[in-house]
């Protein structure tokens, strides 16, 4: 699926580095998401946007910090990582946000934290 | 969001019919069942989304029973592409809500 992309696909970072994840879809969607998925766990949800408001953070720690200055982008600003963070962060869209909504994913930002 | 169990794994072979099944006793009178496929390193993938019945589409077919406990994917004719994990979904329609992925079922297709 083309409709999302997120760059970039691999970042590398220290403990000490300040970076961030774009997210951009082309489908016209008004909710976008954040996901986490860390080895053989289940993804889990971290931030969902609605029209560009914040509906739902689930309890993530401070250090990751969502921003969504319009319907299309979406970045999520790393800051003081822990070797834990480490993990596939996986953005999605879709039309609104409710779950019989398809939500359509980009292919993830593989992220080590050394 | 009423909360789903799902087999670990299943091993199948090329050609083969693979049915996963999904409990979800608690399932409440608005939710909806949807099921998305993941494979490696990439984002999940809708594959179906039911509420009641049956519902068919080009990739797979879902059967909910009317106590809608439980619901079945049901893949015909798997090939080794179809190796991934299967995860089940089942919450309303609201529009705020919490997406909740479990843990899925890891299918194997074996040649």
């Known amino acids: 699926e083309t409709g999302v992309t997120q760059t970039p696909r691999h970042l590398v970072m220290g403990m000490t580095n300040k970076k961030s994840l774009k997210c951009e879809q082309h489908?016209?969607?008004?909710?976008m998401y954040w996901y986490k998925q860390s080895a053989k766990k289940p993804l889990e949800l971290m931030f969902v946007y609605n029209f560009k408001e914040q509906t739902e953070n689930n309890s993530v720690p401070s250090r990751f910090s969502p921003e969504c200055p319009n319907s299309s982008h979406l970045f999520l600003h790393l800051h003081t990582l822990q070797p834990e963070d480490s993990a596939l962060y996986l953005c999605?869209?879709?039309?609104?946000?409710?779950?019989?909504?398809?939500?359509?994913f980009g292919p993830g930002t593989r992220l080590t934290v050394l | 969001l009423a909360k789903t169990t799902q087999p670990i794994s299943m091993d199948s072979y090329e050609g083969q019919e693979v049915n996963i099944t999904c409990s979800h006793n608690n399932i409440a009178t608005n939710d909806y069942i949807t099921w998305y496929q993941q494979f490696p390193s990439q984002g999940p993938r809708f594959i179906i989304q039911g509420y009641k019945t049956k519902v068919t589409n080009e990739v797979a077919s879902l059967f909910i029973p009317a106590d809608r406990k439980s619901s079945t994917l049901s893949l015909p004719r798997v090939s080794l592409s179809d190796t991934a994990v299967y995860y089940c979904?089942?919450?309303?329609?609201?529009?705020?809500?919490?997406?909740?992925f479990g843990s899925g079922t890891r299918l194997l297709v074996r040649p």
């Open positions: 489908l016209g969607h008004n909710a």
């Open positions: 999605a869209s879709s039309g609104r946000g409710a779950l019989t909504d398809t939500q359509y």
């Open positions: 979904l089942v919450g309303p329609m609201d529009s705020s809500y919490k997406l909740i």
